[in-house]
């Protein structure tokens, strides 16, 4: 009697977990069968980050260093072809910025405590526009997360091209086995003759990562004069039987 129980809960909750996985079209059913289509580059503003490193100069000046400088202006170069928006930076406030002064009230010796917080961000700021960032995107903040002192980081958003789909998934058998839904309806597979669902994903994603300026993607950048006077070079000799075009 027992063992009859245990059965058949076992068979209630298999029906439960079916139905909860048959109460919704599965993501890969009736995909197109363009694999462009089925796994499109989308153009998104994605965040990115430069951390560069302070040091103490001369005079209480700020210094990044000649590899830093050479970093900020490779930014900025990503920055002018793809970037939007402003350019934060937040800046890690070493200790030392914070004294102690002393001051007297009434008959009494107090001490006070006096940040230099502002000093340091304005030096920062001033030496970050020295290194080619211009002073009407950037904005210099405190970083109140703490940190390594001296740590500063640049923040913009730049369009950016993904697959809008997830690769690596495999909903159904390569070998032959069709994936069947609650309904008896069967999905994409081997018996179907149709494309495996992540094919073409990988290449999507290769090609979106690959692509110099991702606004490509949604408008073609005019043809340059340059462009024109080698295709019509290239014609003439084709022309002229001198070579062959590639």
Known sequence: MRELIALGCVALLSTVLLGC?????????????????RHPI???????TLTLYARQ?????????????NSIKEFMTRYARQGKGGILALVTVPPSMETVRTRKKGCRIIKVRVSRDRSYLMRVRAQLIHAGVPSYLLTVQKDTRGGEAGRVQ????EIRARVATRCG????DLAGAAAVDADGNGSIGLYMNEPYWN????????????????SDFVQ??????GDSVKSLMTVQKYRGGESTPE
């Open 21 to 37: 996985q048959s109460s919704g079209p599965a993501y890969w059913q009736n995909a197109p069968t363009d694999y462009r289509k």
């Open 42 to 48: 989308v153009v998104a503003d994605g965040p990115v």
């Open 57 to 69: 100069g001369v005079r209480g000046h700020i210094e990044f260093g000649r590899d830093q400088e």
């Open 154 to 157: 640049l923040k913009a958003l």
């Open 169 to 172: 998934l495999w909903p159904t």
């Open 199 to 214: 094919l073409g994903c990988a290449t999507q994603s290769n090609l979106a990562t690959q692509v110099d300026n991702p």
């Open 220 to 225: 073609m950048r005019a043809e340059t004069l």
